[in-house]
C-alpha cells in the first residue's frame, strides 16, 4: 500500500530556507506534487513535476521554490527559498498513478515575520 511521508517542515524567520521530502513505496509515480493549504483557506496547487522532469509552479511561489525528483528512491523534493509569513501552510505531497493518487498526512510550515 502507497503512503506518502513527508518531512522537512518547521518553523523559520522571513527570507530562510525550508527543504521539504516526500517518499513512498510500491508504485511508479507519473507526477509528484506539492499543495498547500493555510488556515482558513483552500487547498491549493504549488508545484507538479512529471517523470520526465516537466515542471509547473503556482504563480505565488515563482523564482523562489524549486520541486524536483528522486525517480530511484520515489521521492519528490521542495526545496524553499525566501520565505514569506504568506508561505505559512500545512503542506502536502500528492503522487499520481494512472489509477489513483495519494495524498501525505501533510507537514506544517510556520515562517515568522
Known amino acids: 500500500q502507497v503512503q506518502p511521508v513527508e518531512s522537512g517542515g518547521g518553523l523559520v524567520q522571513a527570507g530562510g530556507s525550508l527543504r521539504l521530502s516526500c517518499a513512498a513505496s510500491?508504485?511508479?509515480?507519473?507526477?509528484m506534487g506539492w499543495f498547500r493549504q493555510a488556515p482558513g483557506k483552500q487547498r491549493e496547487l504549488v508545484a507538479t513535476?512529471?517523470?520526465?522532469?516537466?515542471?509547473n509552479y503556482a504563480d505565488s511561489i515563482k523564482g523562489r521554490f524549486t520541486i524536483s525528483r528522486d525517480n530511484a528512491k520515489k521521492t519528490v523534493y521542495l526545496q524553499m527559498n525566501s520565505l514569506k509569513p504568506e508561505d505559512t501552510a500545512v503542506y502536502y505531497c500528492?503522487?499520481?498513478?494512472?489509477?489513483?493518487?495519494?495524498w501525505g498526512q501533510g507537514t506544517q510550515v510556520t515562517v515568522s515575520s
Open positions: 500528492r503522487l499520481y498513478t494512472p489509477s489513483r493518487d495519494y
Open positions: 510500491g508504485s511508479i509515480f507519473s507526477t
Open positions: 513535476i512529471t517523470i520526465s522532469g516537466s515542471t
